[in-house]
């Protein structure tokens, strides 16, 4: 495996380390924009210097290419001249040099793990990393002729076969799952035996589509995926069920003939494998447009309908990526899913909350994927991203006081946290919402804020408006240590506290650090960053 450079990732003087994971953007030259750099793409210039064609890169030579006018990189075996991309890329080009003739997979799994470099990159393809035997262990004399030699492979970041990387990393986690199935006349039953006992529907991810079942089950940290083509056809409609206290999954699909079959079906890509969740790649499936409404004067509350193929639930506190594609190039960004209000009571669901996603969504007119988003018609469709996300259920258990900090959209994660502890922790005794924005115009749902402050004593909300009117009464300014240490006063002085914290780079960086000033714990805190 090549040497990836020691250094951190962001720097820790970079402009793009942020808390918990988040980046910033540096200014970019006039005409350096995502769309200047799609049309660059499509303009037919030679972006790699060798002519169309496609070479075998030897670590050796990767290592030649280091240089800001000859940078190449390699991203889980596939190697890139990113030299034209140096003055496109929003994170800046010292970013991009820290991975310069070297295995960036790493790297850019820390930063850029959702961004779909394969279509932003592809006019930059140089090839693919060459696969180089390594010397087979023992003595170098006698083993290669022995029949018990087996050739091993020295292979790049990303490129190792699926089967070594499951055998290796599952002894380091949870036991390796396994599955098994069962049939009826009209019925076939897969069941995922897990091995762990806290297993919810929303650990479990399946996706039918063309003959074919996708099932990828998360347990803890890692990824179980059963991956079949099956042998005969089936219905679209199907179920799921969890036994929660013996860890198993039960996924039962309809036979479309009755009859008896011999096999499940043959094993596709990755199929049975158990790796960690943050080397999977991201499985998207095509949404459709259901409806959406105005929130704000900027800020609508889109809803989208999974496929009657796909049983998914985004656990609270966790994203999906949107992907569209935007002048013929897949564009992806991040979104926290919310319930449809923030509270059932106020608003009589109508449809099925286990089909449906809803989003709030700012709307920026000068942007690249918020207008495009604005302008897709009901019935349109939007492919939607498994979930992603550090945040744990368990994080509100037997809590007391739970604060909230959240600057503009970044609302949309309180929305599910703040109905869940409410509804689900007994132990709780205070909420308290402070949410910055702009002007009153700007602040989302607030009457619903409002209502629920007036309904449960336990809530409370204080909204901080940068920019307000003359006839605002509220609290005024930016986060700071005075608004901060007035609001966060625990209900008794040992009492078990976290605090969420969302919003712009910024806000987060600077709410965090004083949350440390104000002696919170690293455990006490969770900032919210995709």
């Not at 004399?141 to 055998?167: A, C, H, W």
């Not at 069962?182 to 399946?206: A, G, P």
């Not at 994927?369 to 744990?392: A, C, R």
Request: aromatic share 10%; with cysteine.
């Amino acid at each position: 495996m090549l040497n990836v450079p020691s250094q951190s990732f962001p720097g820790l003087s970079s402009q793009q380390r942020v808390a918990s994971g988040g980046r910033s953007k540096v200014p970019l030259k006039q005409g350096r924009s995502l769309m200047d750099w799609i049309r660059l793409t499509k303009s037919g210039k030679d972006l790699t210097g060798l002519k169309g064609r496609l070479i075998e890169v030897t670590e050796e030579e990767l290592k030649k290419h280091n240089k800001k006018d000859d940078c190449w990189i390699c991203i889980r075996g596939f190697v890139y001249n990113v030299s034209p991309y140096m003055e496109y890329h929003p994170g800046g080009e010292d970013e991009l040099m820290r991975a310069a003739g070297s295995d960036g997979t790493d790297l850019f799994d820390q930063v850029h793990r959702w961004v779909n470099y394969e279509s932003m990159l592809k006019g930059c393809l140089v090839g693919r990393m060459a696969v180089k035997p390594a010397l087979p262990k023992g003595d170098p004399s006698v083993v290669p002729f022995t029949r018990d030699y087996r050739e091993e492979k020295k292979i790049l970041n990303g490129m190792l076969p699926r089967s070594q990387v499951t055998d290796t990393l599952a002894k380091e986690g949870p036991s390796s799952p396994s599955y098994d199935w069962f049939q009826t006349d009209s019925l076939v039953t897969i069941v995922i035996y897990t091995k762990q006992k806290d297993i919810s529907l929303d650990s479990v991810i399946v996706d039918l589509r063309d003959d074919s079942l996708r099932a990828e089950t998360f347990i803890k940290d890692y990824s179980y995926l059963i991956h079949t083509g099956l042998s005969h056809e089936i219905q679209e409609d199907f179920s799921v069920r969890v036994v929660e206290n013996v860890g198993k999954i039960e996924i039962v699909v309809k036979k479309k003939e009755n009859a008896s079959w011999k096999c499940l079906g043959h094993p596709l890509e990755d199929h049975n494998s158990f790796i960690p969740k943050k080397d999977t790649g991201l499985y998207y499936r095509k949404c459709q447009l259901i409806s959406k409404e105005d929130v704000t004067h900027d800020t609508k509350l889109f809803c989208l309908m999974l496929p009657p193929s796909t049983h998914l639930q985004v656990p609270i506190g966790q994203h999906v990526y949107l992907k569209l594609t935007i002048a013929g190039t897949k564009i992806v960004k991040p979104y926290t899913p919310v319930s449809d209000s923030l509270l059932l009571e106020f608003k009589e669901p109508v449809l099925p909350n286990n089909k449906y996603i809803y989003f709030l969504i700012k709307i920026y007119p000068a942007g690249l994927f918020t207008p495009e988003l604005d302008h897709l018609q009901i019935g349109d469709y939007v492919s939607i991203s498994n979930p992603e996300g550090n945040f744990k259920i368990t994080q509100l258990e037997e809590l007391e006081d739970l604060f909230l900090l959240a600057a503009g959209t970044g609302f949309t994660p309180m929305v599910k946290v703040l109905n869940y502890a409410l509804t689900n922790i007994p132990s709780l005794r205070k909420v308290k919402l402070m949410f910055f924005n702009k002007t009153e115009d700007d602040i989302i749902w607030r009457s619903q804020l409002e209502k629920l402050a007036f309904k449960d004593e336990r809530f409370d909300v204080e909204f901080v408006l940068s920019a307000p009117t003359s006839e605002w009464n509220g609290k005024q300014g930016h986060i700071s240590p005075g608004l901060l240490s007035e609001f966060l006063k625990r209900s008794l002085d040992r009492s078990r506290v976290l605090v969420c914290i969302c919003g712009p780079v910024p806000f987060t960086e600077q709410g965090v650090k004083l949350l440390h000033d104000l002696n919170f714990s690293k455990d006490e805190i969770h900032s919210f960053t995709a």
